[in-house]
């Protein structure tokens, strides 16, 4: 007998969930911790459903869509109750430091610029990329997550990708991020159709040398930024904060190309 669509996608989320409870189990958060969040989540994204839909938006519409009971949607609902993060521009930043002709060098690379006083480079740069920025506090998040580096003659960049290691929120809710847009993509490749599909590829080998993992480790890393700078300077052209023939006051497109690694030293085939 064919399975269902509902018991295929039950069977999907079954394993898609199990690397996110191995992460919660590893931080020693339990069950009801888990059964709160579900149901914020499941009613933000009814909302939200409805919301692109253009309809109606009730606590009896949310309860009877996500099967969470009234009194749980009222409490969430009318008191706004959703868990959101202000989307980080520092990446985008960090692209326009390497896209626009006025802070790079002749051969092309990021150059050093001023980051003193209020009309420095480096307030030109955020203010380029948003003026809602205050540039003190971007310069902070970029030293602290090492991605620049002060010198004699101004502001270095370090790395060109905002990737973030130690610093355990801004890692757990990249990983969000990332999978919210992993998961969408899938979904509408699976059931949009699309004349032209969202990009989604893997590559995998299970009978690696260990002893060529360094090299590999290095490798993937120095490709994917070189990829990403290409990703980079392609996108710039059409996006109107970068590039203003393109800035627009009615609807924009969000444009997410992500790439990851994962080497698993004691794997057993």
């Not at 973030?164 to 990249?174: A, K």
């Given at each position: 007998?064919?399975k269902?669509?509902?018991?295929?996608?039950?069977?999907?989320?079954?394993?898609?969930?199990r690397p996110?409870?191995?992460?919660?189990?590893?931080?020693?958060?339990?069950?009801?911790?888990?059964i709160?969040i579900?149901?914020?989540?499941?009613?933000?994204?009814?909302?939200e459903?409805?919301?692109?839909?253009?309809?109606?938006?009730?606590?009896?519409?949310?309860?009877?869509?996500?099967g969470?009971?009234?009194?749980?949607?009222?409490?969430?609902?009318?008191?706004?109750?959703?868990r959101?993060?202000?989307?980080?521009?520092?990446?985008?930043?960090l692209?326009?430091?390497?896209q626009?002709?006025?802070?790079?060098?002749?051969?092309?690379?990021?150059?050093?610029?001023?980051?003193?006083?209020s009309?420095?480079?480096?307030?030109?740069?955020?203010r380029?990329?948003s003026?809602?920025?205050n540039?003190?506090?971007?310069?902070?998040?970029?030293?602290?997550?090492g991605?620049v580096?002060?010198t004699?003659r101004?502001?270095?960049?370090?790395?060109?990708?905002h990737?973030s290691?130690e610093?355990?929120e801004?890692?757990?809710?990249?990983l969000?991020?990332?999978?919210?847009d992993?998961v969408?993509?899938?979904?509408e490749?699976?059931?949009?159709?699309?004349?032209?599909p969202?990009?989604?590829?893997?590559?995998?080998?299970?009978?690696?040398d260990?002893r060529?993992l360094?090299?590999?480790r290095?490798?993937l890393?120095e490709?994917?930024?070189v990829?990403h700078?290409?990703a980079?300077?392609?996108?710039?052209?059409?996006?109107g904060?970068l590039?203003?023939?393109?800035a627009?006051d009615?609807?924009?497109?969000?444009?997410?190309?992500?790439?990851?690694?994962?080497?698993?030293?004691?794997?057993?085939s």
């Amino acid at each position: 007998m064919a399975k269902s669509a509902k018991d295929i996608i039950l069977e999907g989320a079954m394993f898609m969930l199990r690397p996110v409870l191995r992460l919660c189990l590893r931080h020693s958060l339990k069950l009801n911790d888990l059964i709160e969040i579900v149901k914020i989540v499941y009613v933000q994204v009814a909302k939200e459903d409805l919301q692109k839909r253009s309809e109606d938006v009730s606590v009896s519409r949310l309860s009877v869509m996500t099967g969470v009971h009234r009194k749980d949607v009222t409490r969430i609902y009318r008191n706004n109750d959703f868990r959101t993060r202000a989307e980080s521009l520092v990446s985008k930043i960090l692209g326009a430091w390497q896209q626009n002709p006025h802070f790079l060098t002749k051969s092309g690379k990021p150059r050093t610029i001023s980051v003193e006083g209020s009309n420095s480079e480096f307030t030109q740069l955020v203010r380029s990329v948003s003026a809602d920025l205050n540039p003190y506090t971007v310069l902070y998040e970029m030293e602290r997550a090492g991605l620049v580096k002060r010198t004699a003659r101004g502001l270095n960049m370090v790395s060109g990708s905002h990737i973030s290691s130690e610093n355990l929120e801004e890692g757990v809710m990249l990983l969000a991020e990332d999978l919210n847009d992993l998961v969408s993509g899938v979904e509408e490749n699976v059931f949009e159709r699309k004349e032209v599909p969202n990009l989604h590829l893997k590559t995998e080998y299970d009978k690696i040398d260990p002893r060529a993992l360094p090299k590999i480790r290095e490798w993937l890393i120095e490709q994917g930024e070189v990829f990403h700078r290409k990703a980079r300077k392609f996108l710039a052209e059409f996006d109107g904060d970068l590039n203003p023939k393109r800035a627009t006051d009615g609807e924009v497109a969000r444009v997410v190309i992500g790439s990851f690694s994962r080497i698993e030293e004691d794997f057993k085939s």
